[in-house]
């Protein structure tokens, strides 16, 4: 039985062949394996002489069948190998490289460019609570800004309302509708002076061409003594001028109102018409394009983060940065930064490699 079966293993073509060579021998219904069931039927004398020469048998058989798989393996390999070729001096595929979005290039931007001011970064939640996102900001309960067409409201917001269990300064009810919050809570957890800008995605009730229901907005906040409208200026001249790598940038500063400033000011920066479409920057302006909110910070505001106004003056600044990034790379439309599309992101984004440095591609 050992010649034969060892016969058969050794003359298997391939591992089918083998494989079934093993399941007549060693599988459930083998050969060896009934001769092993038969050991428990026999007397101790017989199982003495009958049992080392089933196991023996069991072990040649098994060890011929790794051999052979081996050696069947093998020739597989060797023959995979003569007839497959992999030339290693041809230059390897280079993989479809990612893009960096532009909101994010934008971003990057920004905080080079106000970290040489002495800026720092602040973050702060996208859900925020009545009181951080309004009351805090000089926005009373009956501001059109709290309606609801104009800002997004959470169920759970509105059920605590309703049940009289809100708290103004704990129950968060409400997609934030600016980056302002981070002001907020900047200055309760902070010591003036405060030097910082606050990037990040916020939320209105708005959509066309140039809105969106989620944007990106930066805002920048400066708390110290001494502090006046010449400053604000001051700084956002080296901002825009910096950004848009252009020192004949022009800014008009015209007074304005937000519940949080006072005086409130919107800046617009001049453009140039070249071939039909607008350009930021030149000496005599063909237009002016609104870029900024900006102003004094209310003392209302610095009240009610425990500061004393008459002790800390400030001034805060808002933008778009979207609207910074079409203004900037030439996108006329506000939609396609939030619809994935892989061309429109192949086409506008920019090289993972491409840090925004201010010796290299962020101003000087």
């Known amino acids: 039985m050992r010649e034969h079966m060892l016969t058969a293993i050794a003359a298997a073509s391939g591992l089918d062949a083998l494989e079934a060579c093993r399941v007549e021998a060693l599988g459930k219904q083998g050969t060896i394996t009934a001769l092993l069931k038969t050991l428990g039927k026999m007397t101790p004398d017989e199982r003495l002489v009958q049992g080392p020469l089933i196991q023996g048998l069991r072990e040649a058989v098994a060890n011929g069948i790794a051999e052979r798989k081996a050696t069947l393996e093998r020739a597989a390999l060797d023959a995979r190998l003569a007839s497959e070729t992999l030339d290693m001096t041809l230059p390897a595929d280079a993989p479809t490289p990612g893009t960096i979005h532009p909101v994010s290039q934008v971003m990057d931007e920004l905080a080079e460019i106000f970290a040489d001011l002495g800026f720092a970064v602040a973050t702060g939640p996208e859900i925020e609570t009545d009181w951080h996102n309004f009351s805090a900001l000089n926005i009373p309960e009956t501001h059109p800004a709290r309606a609801m067409h104009d800002t997004f409201y959470l169920q759970q917001g509105i059920d605590a309302k309703a049940a009289g269990t809100a708290d103004e300064k704990t129950t968060f009810s409400l997609l934030r509708t600016h980056t302002s919050p981070v002001q907020i809570r900047t200055m309760l957890s902070q010591k003036p002076p405060i030097r910082i800008i606050a990037p990040g995605r916020t939320y209105r009730s708005d959509s066309d061409a140039t809105h969106t229901p989620m944007f990106h907005q930066v805002e920048g906040l400066v708390i110290d003594k001494g502090i006046t409208l010449g400053h604000l200026k001051w700084t956002l001249e080296t901002f825009v001028k910096a950004f848009f790598e252009r020192d004949d940038i022009v800014l008009r500063m015209r007074p304005s109102y937000f519940p949080f400033t006072e005086p409130s000011v919107e800046i617009d920066v001049g453009y140039t018409l070249v071939k039909g479409k607008r350009v930021v920057g030149g000496a005599e302006p063909d237009g002016w394009l609104e870029v900024l909110?900006?102003?004094?910070?209310?003392?209302?505001?610095?009240?009610?983060?425990?500061?004393?106004?008459?002790?800390?003056?400030?001034f805060a600044f808002g933008c778009g940065i979207d609207r910074l990034a079409m203004l900037k790379y030439g996108m006329d439309d506000l939609r396609p930064f939030f619809d994935g599309d892989i061309r429109w992101l192949k086409h506008y984004g920019f090289s993972s490699l491409d840090v925004p440095t201010l010796s290299a591609g962020v101003g000087a």
Request: negative net charge; aromatic residues 4%; contains cysteine.
């Open 293 to 314: 909110g900006s102003g004094m910070v209310h003392r209302k505001v610095i009240e009610a983060c425990g500061l004393d106004p008459d002790e800390w003056q400030g």
